[in-house]
């Protein structure tokens, strides 16, 4: 699977938008970009994933740019419920069950 | 639909017990995943089994640790003899075909 680099943290005042931007430089042309994120003591939880064009669900907006070495995840209007660690991770859809977490952005949202 | 359920949600115990944790999936899932998370390796694929039969152990990192899912509905992953090194956080996830993972609530262990 291809590697992530993403920001170590970052801060967001509550209500506005949190955009968090992951590198995947060496991402191949079968595989997708996944987000998920993970609140303290809890599970993983899924976010959204998406390929080329832009997607959009009701967590969250994924921005993949056009040589898809990069995409941003778009939390709209961030609550405090949104401090989590997010993670950014590469992957194809099928064939290979694996995820590979790095160590994801922890995101903290300030009221 | 209940989630991943995980027993138990915290378990202490001394060296060289044995210890089991349990999974259950959510129904219709046919993967499932055991994942193994600490502050310094971040989170790490344990063992993942397709239709109750094991894939790929490669994460397992070593002979005291073993996992069985002797049906869709429940699996294991036992420690023996456990080592303070041992103590995580233990989770377990599972998916449909072509889907996501959904992951449970974890097992906090600590050996002592």
């Known amino acids: 699977d291809a590697k992530t680099t993403q920001p170590t943290s970052m801060d967001c005042a509550e209500g506005r938008a949190a955009n968090l931007p992951c590198n995947h430089s060496?991402?191949?042309?079968?595989?997708?970009v996944y987000w998920y994120r993970q609140i303290h003591s809890q599970g993983p939880q899924y976010i959204i994933h998406?390929?080329?064009n832009n997607e959009t669900n009701e967590m969250a907006s994924l921005i993949i740019t056009e040589d898809r070495k990069s995409s941003t995840l778009i939390l709209p209007h961030a609550t405090l419920r949104d401090t989590a660690v997010y993670y950014c991770?590469?992957?194809?859809?099928?064939?290979?069950?694996?995820?590979?977490f790095g160590t994801g952005t922890r995101l903290t949202i300030i009221p | 639909d209940a989630g991943v359920i995980q027993s138990p949600r915290h378990e202490v115990t001394e060296m060289g017990q044995e210890v089991t944790l349990r999974c259950k999936p959510i129904?219709?899932?046919?993967?499932l995943f055991w994942y193994r998370q600490t502050m310094m390796r971040g989170l790490e694929l344990l063992i993942y089994?397709?239709?109750?039969?094991?894939?790929?152990d490669s994460g397992m990192p070593e002979d005291r640790f073993s996992a069985k899912m002797p049906n869709a509905s429940f699996s294991t992953l036992k420690i023996q003899p456990s080592e303070p090194r041992d103590s995580a956080v233990y989770f377990c996830?599972?998916?449909?075909?072509?889907?996501?993972?959904?992951f449970g609530p974890g097992t906090r262990l600590l050996v002592l």
């Open positions: 998406g390929l080329k």
């Open positions: 129904s219709g899932h046919n993967s």
């Open positions: 996830a599972s998916r449909r075909p072509q889907e996501t993972q959904y």
């Open positions: 089994f397709n239709n109750n039969v094991p894939i790929d």
């Open positions: 060496t991402i191949s042309g079968n595989e997708y």
């Open positions: 991770i590469v992957r194809p859809n099928f064939g290979n069950e694996k995820l590979t």
